[in-house]
């Protein structure tokens, strides 16, 4: 099978949870990559998730929106952009359930913008657009068959279905403009870096706290996790291995239901999960299960290599750590957490690793000189070169 050989690779959304561990895996494995992270630095991201890669020569910070068409036109030339992986979305089914427009301006239009970009400048040679089991909608409890990828997509939530609508914009760029897409649709991640407005941080930041532990209707619900470095591993056999057209279905075949995600935690902090969980309303729809095949991958190589208990024991003593990750991070660990969803001012530390940041007003760049420190805007840019 040949091998894609990327050079410069434009990661999108890495400052949040899963990309971050996929572009700190390529930034220390591939010194000959050059990684440029674009992140609009919102309420989920932390800049802190790229410690590992921020001294490294080949890895570069911009803050900035992917919905900003100059700032990606722009990214895609200056850098010789060959690559790009497209992780940035709004990804809490919650907060969908109270703000869709945002997740429709971010998930569907943000990744036709990059969409555009890339058939304006001509350059792409591989885009691998990142997207979620999801998107098929709901399984029969007593399927034991998963979703292939070629199922029909029947998303049932406002997220789900505006990764859905990203995903049909991304085949036709496909179809119509010859533009070699590759899209994932991944089960559950879990693992350090997460925003605890997700299940498994949120159960154990609220186990620290010796806090009841909500569980959304019956906690009967199956999910399927996966561990996010094993996820970061199947990006990187993607990236290399994956055929242009393809979908990619990233999954376990292990499922367990919420309520033993909640007994699990409860077991690692020695609480009595009689007394710990609470039962709470449920979201407006919940999906039962969502469960893939996950056999195309496997052809290429890849599998799952953290066992369930393994994984939770190393993300409790990695949140036991870093209790402070983000800040006061009490709104979401409410049942029902609504984020407003407005980006996070980096401080003076994380301040130093922005090599450019976009003032979408007046289409400047404000970049970062040897000294780490941010100036204001220091070059205009203009597209003359770009249709
Ligand atoms: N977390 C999971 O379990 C899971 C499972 C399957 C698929 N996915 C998909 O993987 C991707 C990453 O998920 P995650 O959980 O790591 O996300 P996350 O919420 O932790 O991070 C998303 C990142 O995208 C950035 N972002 C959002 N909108 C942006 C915009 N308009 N411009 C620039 N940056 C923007 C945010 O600032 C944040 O850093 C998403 O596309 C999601 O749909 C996630």
């Known amino acids: 099978m040949a091998t894609y050989q990327p050079k410069n690779i434009l990661i999108t959304g890495a400052a949040g949870f899963i990309a971050s561990h996929v572009a700190n895996r390529l930034v220390r494995n591939y010194p000959e990559y050059k990684i440029i992270v674009l992140d609009k630095l919102d309420y989920c991201s932390n800049l802190k998730n790229l410690n590992p890669s921020r001294s490294s020569p080949n890895f570069k ?16 030339i200056t850098e010789s952009i060959d690559t790009i992986m497209h992780f940035a979305a709004q990804t809490h089914v919650d907060n969908s359930f109270g703000n869709s427009f945002e997740f429709t301006k971010n998930n569907i239009y943000g990744t036709h913008v ?3 970009a890339c058939k304006v400048t001509g350059q792409i040679r591989r885009f691998i657009h990142v997207s979620t089991d999801e998107v098929y909608g709901e399984t029969d409890e007593d399927a034991v068959v998963g979703n292939h990828e070629a199922s029909q997509l029947l998303p049932t939530n406002p997220y789900s279905a505006t990764k859905a609508g990203a995903e049909m914009l991304v085949m036709a760029y496909g179809r119509s403009y010859d533009l070699p897409v590759i899209t994932t649709r991944g089960n559950n991640v879990y693992g350090p870096n997460q925003f605890p407005e997700k299940l498994i941080p949120k159960f154990i930041l609220l186990a620290m706290r010796g806090q009841p532990l909500p569980i959304h209707g019956d906690g009967c619900n199956v999910r399927s996790y996966l561990y996010c470095e094993d996820v970061a591993e199947a990006f990187e056999v993607i990236l290399h291995k994956g055929e242009v057209g393809h979908v990619y279905n990233i999954g ?10 909640a007994k699990d935690v409860c077991k690692l902090f020695s609480l009595d999960a009689e007394k710990v969980i609470e039962f709470v309303d449920n979201r407006p729809f919940n999906d039962q299960r969502y469960f893939l095949d996950d056999q195309k991958l496997k052809h290429l190589g890849w599998s799952e290599r953290t066992a369930w208990e393994e994984g939770l024991k190393r993300t409790m003593e990695w949140y036991m750590s870093n209790p402070d990750w983000w800040g006061d991070v009490s709104g979401a660990l409410l049942p029902h957490p609504r984020m407003l969803m407005t980006s996070v001012d980096a401080s003076e530390e994380t301040k130093a690793m922005i090599s450019y940041s976009w003032n979408s007003q007046n289409n400047t760049v404000a970049s970062t000189p040897v000294n780490g420190e941010i100036t204001s805007s220091t070059s205009t840019v203009t597209y003359s070169h770009i249709k």
């Open 252 to 261: 376990t075949k292990k499922e367990r239901r919420v309520i033993d995600v």
């Open 61 to 76: 910070f911009v803050k900035g929106d992917i919905a900003s068409a100059d700032l990606v036109n722009y990214l895609l």
């Open 114 to 116: 990059l969409l555009e």
